[in-house]
């Protein structure tokens, strides 16, 4: 009692602090390893010109290739989010870097295409171990009032990671002169980097560190029910089965699937087809201004990554934490940049770039809405196995999206026409998520 009062107030705030300094090292940590995942996936649209030249492949069988590995990670999803809230998303996160960098080289040797396909759908796989296993670390030290800018710094860092892959994959093809062998070689070194970064720094819970858990008020979230958000069964433990059926029981698990899956099915076709678009047979001849197209691309990633972080933010500012009315205005926005990319004229190098900005922008933006709604829906403790669900449904759609746009370039010959798909892609997606309301 003879403490003065100011001494107490500082031992008061001194775990608040603590936690708070926690909180962002843990949110920088796994933001700084997924920022280099997509170094591991995304580099596959600027092989495609070469290894059909190559290998005398045409461009809808390179789409199954890529679906191959959709699909390997919409599997890979619904299982691994499931590990992260059993085992730790720590230990799955950082499994998931070293995995898909041994698979990438292994990629980089294929002289078939068995050799090629076999090795990048198994990459889907362990692909699939980063993102549910991050997003369940990031719920378990930040509460639903925080969610939005949360997840919008997450998927900031996806974004990020886009240019990354994109920028890496540019000095590979344009600076280093090396053939497409070395984007599955070279840029993955920054992943494997990342996870044991991330391994070294997280922990998957305060409690791990000595700090107490973030207090979530017993209103945090009106989405989830008492069945989904585990009232009453805190501190029990809970099966997987239990995990499963909690989740694909709340509807909104299922329109919110549904919509990701419409706006992943736009995102890969920008992102596996737009090097195709720009990288024709006279890439190497810049454009007007003299900008190479490869770097037009990188336009694109950059927008993704900023669209993100603003959609995150505004999700909890303006829109008080629902997420429904962010998720539709952002996609019907895209749809429109989309048909302004389909018009416009060959050489228009200024306005691509511009275009292709909001494009990535307003397409990817509202992931940031569609990941802090997983905890928000069923409560963080099931958070990474409603996180792994949603992406299920992201990248089974994601999958059919390659083939198709793949078979519209081979029968058309024109590859703007990925911009016609993403359109439909983001109305549609629009219109489901009109149906997420609190």
């Known amino acids: ?70 699909w390997s990670y919409a599997v890979g999803q ?50 699939s171990m980063g993102w549910a296993a991050g997003g369940r670390v990031l719920s378990n030290w930040w509460p639903h009032s925080e969610r939005g ?41 920054l992943m494997l980097f990342g996870g044991l970064v991330f391994w ?17 008020p017993d209103t945090a979230t009106d989405l989830a029910t008492p069945e989904t958000h585990g009232a009453g069964v805190k501190d029990a433990p809970e ?19 549904v919509s990701i899956g419409f706006q992943n099915a736009a995102r890969y076709g920008l992102l596996v087809w737009v090097p195709v678009h720009f990288l024709g047979s006279n890439w190497k001849t810049a454009g007007d201004g003299g900008v190479s197209p490869l770097w037009i691309t990188v336009a694109l990633p950059i927008g993704m990554a900023v669209g993100a972080l603003v959609n995150g933010q505004i999700s909890d ?4 934490s629902r997420r429904g009315l962010p998720i539709m205005l952002f996609m019907l926005v895209g749809g429109l940049c989309a048909l302004g990319m389909h018009a416009l004229p060959s050489g228009a190098t200024t306005m691509a770039i511009v275009l292709l900005f909001f494009t990535g922008f307003f397409v990817y933006g509202p992931q940031a809405s569609f990941w802090a709604l997983c905890p928000d829906l069923v409560g963080a403790r099931r958070a990474g196995t409603a996180t792994g669900v949603v992406n299920f449904f992201a990248y089974l759609f994601a999958g059919f999206g390659e083939p198709l746009i793949g078979s519209l370039i081979d029968s058309s010959g024109d ?23 609190r």
């Open 1 to 70: 009692m003879s403490k003065p009062f100011a001494d107490i107030r500082d031992d008061r705030r001194t775990p608040d602090r603590r936690l708070r300094r926690a909180q962002w090292a843990v949110l920088l940590a796994t933001m700084f390893c997924y920022l280099f995942f997509y170094t591991g996936r995304q580099t596959f649209g600027f092989a495609i010109p070469d290894i059909q030249k190559e290998l005398g492949i045409g461009k809808a069988t390179l789409g199954w290739v890529s679906t191959a590995m959709l």
């Open 200 to 216: 070294l720094v997280a922990r998957n819970t305060p409690a791990e560190r000595g700090l107490p858990a973030p207090v979530e």
């Open 317 to 320: 500012r303006l829109f008080g």
């Open 239 to 257: 099966s997987s089965r239990t995990r499963y059926l909690a989740v694909l029981k709340h509807p909104k698990i299922w329109i919110t699937g």
């Open 149 to 189: 800018k949360t997840f919008g710094f997450y998927v900031f860092a996806a974004g990020t990671g886009s240019v990354v892959a994109y920028a890496t994959s540019v000095v590979t093809l344009d600076v280093l002169e090396l053939d497409w062998r070395w984007l599955f070689r070279i840029p993955v070194l």
């Open 415 to 437: 590859t703007s026409l990925v911009f016609i798909v993403v359109a439909i892609c983001c109305a549609t997606s629009a219109a489901f998520a009109a149906a997420i309301r």
């Open 78 to 127: 619904a299982i691994n989010g499931n590990l992260a809230d059993k085992l730790g998303g720590r230990k799955i996160m950082t499994l998931g870097a070293i995995g898909s960098t041994v698979v990438n080289w292994v990629v980089g040797f294929g002289h078939s295409l068995a050799a090629i396909a076999i090795p990048w759908g198994v990459n889907g796989f362990v692909q």
